[in-house]
């Protein structure tokens, strides 16, 4: 099998994952900013104060451009993450106050859309893989740390 269709057929592919992510991003974004009535009553059942629909059209609008943007590789892994986030948390939102599921299924779906491009991206689009392997003794040190900071989280613990 040729090489040559199989990276254009993964082009193809990864721009029109890409493009449906970033322009549902972008679309968030506008119904954010224009305090849509949708969105803004969605919010409310869900129990989020008003305010929160600029914190996250603000995160859609800076996820797309990151995404979309060539270069800047590092801040289209944090567009990414914040994407599935974004989506993995507004599925949960409602399941966790018993929506049914047409209303958790999208952003789900959402959510694959943004790991398949995240997956499918070229070489020029993705950070550099790091060659040098991480000492156990970091390894070792790091979880000693997050240890420690979990036992003083939970000795501190306010009271009631």
């Known amino acids: 099998m040729d ?3 199989t990276a254009r ?4 592919a990864f721009w029109m994952v890409t493009l449906l992510v970033v322009q549902e991003n972008v679309s ?19 129990g989020y104060p ?3 629909l ?6 859609q609008l800076l996820c797309a451009l990151a995404i979309l943007t060539p270069g800047f590789r590092r ?7 914040g994407a599935l986030l974004n989506y993995c948390a507004a599925a949960y939102s409602h399941v966790a106050i018993g929506d049914a599921a047409g209303t958790w299924i999208p952003p789900l779906v959402f959510a694959g859309l943004t790991l398949a491009s995240w997956a499918l ?17 970091a390894w070792a ?20």
């Not at 600029?54 to 995160?59: C, D, L, S």
């Not at 801040?75 to 993450?81: F, I, Q, S």
């Not at 979880?143 to 989280?153: H, N, R």
């Open 9 to 12: 057929t993964q082009t193809i």
């Open 121 to 137: 991206r070229p070489p020029d689009r993705r950070l550099a893989a790091q060659s040098e392997q991480v000492p156990q003794r």
């Open 3 to 5: 090489a040559a269709p």
């Open 50 to 52: 008003p305010y929160f």
């Open 28 to 46: 968030g974004f506008f119904w954010a900013l224009f305090h849509l009535e949708y969105i803004t009553a969605n919010l409310a059942h869900l």
């Open 75 to 81: 801040a289209k892994e944090w567009g990414y993450a």
């Open 54 to 59: 600029n914190v996250v059209g603000v995160g």
């Open 141 to 160: 040190i790091a979880s000693g740390v997050l240890a420690l900071m979990i036992l003083v989280a939970l000795l501190t613990l306010p009271k009631g």
